[in-house]
């Protein structure tokens, strides 16, 4: 059996499955990263960070870590006070500092957690 010989153009875009891939959507299943002690914000969508940092220390808290460093960036302070103040309403959250200047300064906060 033969199959057809078909040249790709340089704007084809194909999984390695063979299927095509959507422009828009090119991860349409959920992609999983494994929850470190670190979570750097600088990827995640202003509009996103505060549901994504709820996760991450409900997670956080799940897997039993008892510190976790939340990297936000310094910039004018936005994505540093929304951090904050979900740290202030978070019951497991016994206290939070700035990092260290080796570990971000200003533009993280060292979290410590409790276990519940």
Do not use: C
């Not at 999984?15 to 995640?44: E, M, Q, R, Y």
């Not at 006070?81 to 019951?91: F, M, P």
């Amino acid at each position: 059996m033969s199959l057809p010989n078909k040249k790709m153009k340089a704007d084809d875009d194909e999984s390695d499955s063979g299927g095509a891939v959507d422009a828009f959507d090119p991860f349409p299943d959920p992609v999983t990263i494994p929850t470190t002690d670190v979570f750097d914000l600088h990827t995640i969508h202003p509009r996103d960070v505060k549901a994504v940092v709820e996760e991450y220390l409900n997670e956080a808290q799940r897997l039993g870590f008892r510190s976790v460093r939340i990297i936000h960036g310094k910039g004018i302070g936005v994505q540093r006070e929304i951090v904050r103040k979900i740290l202030q309403r978070t019951s497991w959250v016994m206290d939070w500092t700035d990092a260290p200047p080796e570990a971000g300064g200003l533009g993280a906060t060292i979290v410590k957690l409790r276990k519940e």
